[in-house]
């Protein structure tokens, strides 16, 4: 059996769909999210990224300021 027709197969039994990001199951390929508890579930993990992105910033800037501070009055060649 050749690639192709292989692929043909799978396309005639299935037809066009997606699967959906959060759980895998198949569905119609004109929707994002197989129900709405996927969506939710996307929903709060995309907050939570930009939480966490947010704090990490917060975070990186405060020890930049720390390490600048250190730098400038604790340098004991200046």
Not at 46 to 64: D, H, T, V
Request: charged content about 25%; aromatic content about 14%.
């Amino acid at each position: 059996m050749s690639q192709s027709s292989w692929k043909d197969q799978i396309k005639k039994k299935w037809g066009p769909h997606s699967h959906c990001p959060i759980c895998g199951k198949a569905m119609p390929a004109d929707k994002q999210f197989c129900s709405q508890s996927c969506r939710d579930n996307y929903v709060t993990k995309e907050r939570k990224q930009k939480r966490k992105g947010r704090y990490q910033m917060i975070f990186l800037f405060g020890m930049m300021a720390v390490m600048f501070i250190f730098l400038f009055l604790f340098n004991p060649g200046g």
